[in-house]
């Protein structure tokens, strides 16, 4: 069975900083791209970051960047989000997703109809 699954996720302080992982299991992930997207309450699922199967190419959403950084580890069948510098703001339930080989410009996208295989999700709050 395919399947991906979050973890990472946690109740983390402004400024503070967490590591999500998203494992692969029933498939290798070496020939697919990689999106992390997430959802707040009350509002559309959003695009954070993606790395492509080779892991050459990542994009991010703005209100991310130079704070978040995505990474693989194929050998882990495994890849990460790397979030510093926390805002109350990113507080959401983050899923990663699965698409074969490149990925798609996540920014102001929900991912639907474009990955093929999604995780459950881990929630991320960010509060003092």
């Known amino acids: 069975q395919l399947q991906l699954v979050e973890s990472g996720g946690g109740l983390v302080q402004p400024g503070g900083s967490l590591r999500l992982s998203c494992a692969a299991s029933?498939?290798?992930?070496?020939?697919?791209?990689i999106g992390w997207f997430r959802q707040a309450p009350g509002k559309e699922r959003e695009g954070v970051s993606c790395i492509s199967s080779s892991g050459g190419s990542t994009n991010y959403a703005d209100s991310v960047k130079g704070r978040f950084t995505i990474s693989r580890d194929n050998a882990k069948n495994t890849v990460y989000l790397q979030m510093n510098s926390l805002k109350p703001e990113d507080t959401a339930v983050y899923y990663c997703?699965?698409?074969?080989?490149?990925?798609?410009?996540?920014?102001?996208?929900?991912?639907?109809?474009?990955?093929?295989?999604w995780g459950q999700g881990t929630q991320v709050t960010v509060s003092s």
């Open positions: 997703a699965a698409r074969a080989w490149l990925c798609t410009v996540v920014a102001g996208k929900s991912g639907r109809n474009e990955y093929d295989y």
């Open positions: 029933g498939f290798t992930l070496d020939y697919y791209a």
